[in-house]
């Protein structure tokens, strides 16, 4: 009893952290009363417009729903075991595990955060190393994280005159590919070549009504319980930045470094921030007299896993329950894959947009 007596009483760092906390507290209450008020005025500002008006009443929030339909009815008719087949003797050929390219494809065709609820469990089920987990991640943040941003995207490249043939090619088709080959023998080298009879199969054998209903049911969960939560713990943090006076230079700052990389900084924050989709929608919409660069780098940004949002709160939270990652792993793979993602929009921006221009 003495002994636990002795060890309370001793005072820890928070515990003195705790009562700075208090006074400051106190005397904020005493000097600016209303202060604490404009805070929290100031951090609804961010975080409603964003939750509520986009993702919980929205298109976005809806969309998210449809896409875990559509990703789960697509693997429920065999497409995960199609597309296996067809990539097996190319990755085979590049000694990596088949089912590291599923996440980018259930990606484009359904949504990021559907794409981490099924194609994790494959994964696992493919016998996917810990490094092929890794760089099923880092790949999947190549692909535009809906159908509905790659489409909208086209329509702006043809406001602008922009070839989106070659574009769609080398941004968002050949890194399925290529980034994986470059991840095994660079990063992640815990890669093994895996044949088409060391597979199990994929399909579920569910049925379609139960299937269909399920994931609606999942889609709502993953909305709900996920997704707007990471969005609101993100945007609380830049209300915070901005009632302190940081976020202004921050975005100042975020401004020159798109313009730099010869990416539209408007629509480039908003692909950082707060959804890729509703940037395409106002990339139609700029001046045609903007530089095509600046388009091209702007689509190739808003046709991946953005925002910051998804990279620090969805992903690791839905990686680590549907695959063999935990947290820290899961969001270092992401953010690799950020990395090759603005390297490929600047890339491509000044040395691709030539050709497709005119």
């Known amino acids: 009893m003495k002994k ?49 008006d986009v993702f919980l009443t929205g298109e ?20 995960t075991d199609g597309l296996i087949r067809l990539f097996v003797p190319v990755m085979k050929w590049l000694k990596i595990n088949p089912s590291v390219i599923v996440p980018s494809v259930y990606n484009i065709l359904g949504d990021i955060n559907a794409a981490g609820k099924i194609a994790g469990p494959i994964l696992v089920k493919a016998k996917a190393t810990k490094d092929e987990q890794k760089i099923a991640i880092a790949t999947m943040i190549q692909s535009p994280q809906s159908f509905a941003t790659l489409v909208l995207g086209l329509i702006a490249l043809a406001v602008f005159g922009i070839k989106s043939v070659p574009l769609i090619l080398f941004s968002i ?6 980034v994986p080959f470059l991840l095994s023998i ?17 399909t579920p054998r569910t049925r379609f009504l139960e299937t269909f209903f399920s994931s609606a049911k999942e889609g709502v969960e993953l909305l709900l319980l996920i997704i707007i939560p990471a969005i609101a713990a993100v945007f609380f943090f830049i209300g915070t930045l901005k009632f302190f006076g940081i976020w202004g230079p921050i975005e100042t700052g ?35 007299t903007i530089d095509p660069r600046l388009i091209v780098g702007s689509f190739i940004l808003a046709n991946s896993g ?33 990395m090759i993602r603005l390297l490929t929009a600047w890339g491509l921006a000044v040395f691709l947009t030539p050709f497709l221009v005119g």
């Open 186 to 202: 660079t990063i992640y080298r815990d890669t093994k070549k895996v044949d088409l009879e060391d597979l199990p199969r994929f």
């Open 4 to 52: 636990s007596s002795s060890y309370r009483s001793k005072w820890q760092v928070f515990e003195i952290i705790g009562v700075l906390l208090v006074f400051i507290s106190l005397i904020i209450l005493l000097k600016a009363p209303n202060s604490l008020s404009n805070y929290f005025n100031t951090v609804m500002g961010e975080v409603k417009p964003i939750v509520v």
């Open 254 to 288: 975020l401004t020159a470094v798109l313009s730099f990389i010869s990416i539209e900084p408007t629509t480039g924050i908003i692909s950082i921030l707060a959804a890729p989709t509703l940037a395409v929608a106002q990339l139609a919409e700029l001046s045609t």
């Open 60 to 79: 976005v929030g809806i969309a998210i729903i449809i896409s875990v339909i559509f990703g789960r009815l697509l693997e429920r008719a065999g497409f």
């Open 306 to 338: 953005l925002p910051l949002s998804v990279i620090f709160g969805q992903i690791p939270v839905t990686w680590i329950e549907s695959s063999n990652l935990n947290e820290r792993e899961a969001l270092h793979a992401a953010l690799i894959g950020v």
């Open 173 to 178: 088709l050949l890194p399925i590919v290529v």
